[in-house]
């Protein structure tokens, strides 16, 4: 009977363990096809790639099952519902901070962009090449990264009257001219000063000083020297020595604004030729002729008027050319020094119009041929030759007729 129920206990044991083994091995074959069928995803997390075997049934539960959490402005290969397929590549991106500040005014950007030229691209940013930016467009971004820019703008140039527009973004006016190559000369003149600062307002105005020497041949005038000479007629003159001008250079300093002279300076001169004083000889000899022969030549003019003429009752008095000052000439260009017997009268134009023949009581025939400040109204001045003969005619009323 012990042998029997050894047997029998034996047998209970074997088939235990057999259940045991059967279930063990209906575990790991269930196992084995539990893992079996996972879909195998190959996630590219910000370049580095990490392989997922899951039962996930969309994108976001494969990230949730992975711990990566999706931001708002991250980039992603796939939409978060898509369907997960075994062999599914997965690409993903953190977004990162970028501050732009242009011309002191920021502003955040959220990018994936691997470099600045991307992000300009992606934000549809252009700068010109004379904005003043902080970084190259070939540079990574980084988190957190500040980009500073600082917008041209134009200023105006009058170079020498020729009008520039130039880019800049701030400095001094020395710092604008250098920066697109325009030289100045000791002697140019520039407003605003060089050490002023440019801003959009800022006008600046070049005057262009150029200076040169220049040589100029002048005349020189020659001047007449008067001597008085006793064996001429008063009243007559005579050129003893003929004038000749004279020659000379100068040399000038001539300053130029902008092409305009401004200004001349003689800075020296040579004569090169003298010039020659003309001399005249004037005659100081007095005729021999008397007031009393004088008078008489006068009054042995016709004594008696032309008939059909105008008569006229007016004050005369006498004139001479031979004064000192006096030039001899009349009003209507007779030179009475030239003919000093010759019959002429001042008159008023008004009344005796200047050119007519006229009969002068005591005086005889004569041309109403110069005028004068005191000769108004009825009056009349006649021309004799000397002094003596006008003290002798004194201040008469005589008749006048005037015949043409």
Same mark, same amino acid.
């Given at each position: 009977?012990?042998?029997?129920?050894?047997?029998?206990?034996?047998?209970?044991?074997?088939?235990?363990?057999?259940?045991?083994?059967?279930?063990?091995?209906?575990?790991?074959?269930?196992?084995?096809?539990?893992?079996?069928?996972?879909?195998?995803?190959?996630?590219?997390?910000?370049?580095?790639?990490?392989?997922?075997?899951?039962?996930?049934?969309?994108?976001?539960?494969?990230?949730?099952?992975?711990?990566?959490?999706?931001?708002?402005?991250?980039?992603?290969?796939?939409?978060?519902?898509?369907?997960?397929?075994?062999?599914?590549?997965?690409?993903?991106?953190?977004?990162?901070?970028?501050?732009?500040?242009?011309?002191?005014?920021?502003?955040?950007?959220?990018?994936?962009?691997?470099?600045?030229?991307?992000?300009?691209?992606?934000?549809?940013?252009?700068?010109?090449?004379?904005?003043?930016?902080?970084?190259?467009?070939?540079?990574?971004?980084? =988190? +957190?990264? /500040?980009?500073? !820019?600082? &917008?041209? #703008?134009?200023?105006?140039?009058?170079? $020498?009257? *020729?009008?520039?527009?130039?880019?800049?973004?701030?400095?001094?006016?020395?710092?604008?001219?250098?920066?697109?190559?325009?030289?100045?000369?000791?002697?140019?003149?520039?407003?605003?000063?060089?050490?002023?600062?440019?801003?959009?307002?800022?006008?600046?105005?070049?005057?262009?000083?150029?200076?040169?020497?220049?040589?100029?041949?002048?005349?020189?005038?020659?001047?007449?020297?008067?001597?008085?000479?006793?064996?001429?007629?008063?009243?007559?003159?005579?050129?003893?020595? =003929? +004038?000749? /001008?004279?020659? !000379?250079? &100068?040399? #000038?300093?001539?300053?130029?604004?902008? $092409?305009? *002279?401004?200004?001349?300076?003689?800075?020296?001169?040579?004569?090169?030729?003298?010039?020659?004083?003309?001399?005249?000889?004037?005659?100081?000899?007095?005729?021999?002729?008397?007031?009393?022969?004088?008078?008489?030549?006068?009054?042995?003019?016709?004594?008696?008027?032309?008939?059909?003429?105008?008569?006229?009752?007016?004050?005369?008095?006498?004139?001479?050319?031979?004064?000192?000052?006096?030039?001899?000439?009349?009003?209507?260009?007779?030179?009475?020094?030239?003919?000093?017997?010759?019959?002429?009268?001042? !008159?008023?134009?008004?009344?005796?119009?200047?050119?007519?023949?006229?009969?002068?009581?005591?005086?005889?025939?004569?041309?109403?041929?110069?005028?004068?400040?005191?000769?108004?109204?009825?009056?009349?001045?006649?021309?004799?030759?000397?002094?003596?003969?006008?003290?002798?005619?004194?201040?008469?009323?005589?008749?006048?007729?005037?015949?043409?």
């Amino acid at each position: 009977m012990k042998i029997i129920h050894k047997l029998m206990l034996a047998s209970k044991t074997k088939m235990i363990i057999s259940t045991i083994g059967v279930l063990a091995l209906v575990l790991f074959s269930g196992y084995v096809i539990f893992e079996a069928t996972k879909a195998e995803v190959v996630i590219v997390d910000n370049g580095e790639e990490q392989v997922v075997h899951t039962h996930k049934n969309t994108v976001e539960e494969v990230f949730a099952e992975a711990g990566i959490t999706i931001g708002a402005h991250d980039a992603i290969s796939h939409q978060l519902d898509a369907p997960i397929e075994n062999g599914m590549n997965i690409d993903y991106q953190t977004a990162v901070e970028v501050t732009i500040t242009i011309d002191g005014n920021p502003k955040s950007f959220y990018t994936t962009a691997d470099t600045i030229q991307e992000l300009y691209n992606e934000q549809d940013l252009s700068f010109s090449e004379h904005d003043d930016v902080s970084h190259q467009q070939s540079e990574t971004i980084e =988190e +957190g990264l /500040e980009i500073v !820019v600082k &917008k041209a #703008y134009d200023v105006a140039i009058d170079d $020498g009257g *020729e009008s520039l527009t130039v880019a800049t973004t701030g400095g001094t006016v020395e710092e604008l001219l250098k920066s697109n190559d325009i030289e100045l000369k000791d002697a140019d003149k520039i407003k605003p000063a060089l050490d002023k600062p440019v801003d959009e307002n800022t006008e600046i105005s070049i005057v262009r000083v150029t200076t040169k020497n220049e040589e100029v041949e002048e005349r020189v005038a020659y001047s007449t020297e008067e001597r008085q000479d006793s064996s001429l007629l008063k009243g007559k003159e005579k050129v003893v020595t =003929e +004038g000749q /001008e004279g020659t !000379v250079v &100068k040399k #000038y300093k001539i300053t130029k604004e902008n $092409g305009k *002279e401004v200004s001349r300076e003689l800075v020296e001169e040579d004569v090169t030729k003298e010039s020659v004083n003309q001399v005249v000889a004037i005659g100081t000899k007095e005729p021999v002729q008397t007031a009393s022969s004088d008078l008489s030549q006068l009054s042995n003019e016709k004594s008696s008027p032309p008939a059909n003429s105008k008569t006229l009752s007016m004050s005369a008095s006498a004139f001479t050319a031979t004064c000192n000052g006096c030039s001899g000439v009349t009003a209507t260009g007779i030179n009475l020094k030239a003919n000093p017997n010759m019959k002429v009268i001042a !008159v008023d134009p008004n009344v005796i119009p200047l050119g007519s023949k006229v009969w002068v009581e005591g005086y005889g025939e004569a041309i109403a041929g110069d005028t004068g400040g005191a000769i108004k109204g009825n009056r009349i001045d006649v021309h004799v030759p000397n002094k003596s003969a006008a003290y002798s005619w004194g201040v008469r009323t005589v008749q006048v007729k005037v015949i043409n």
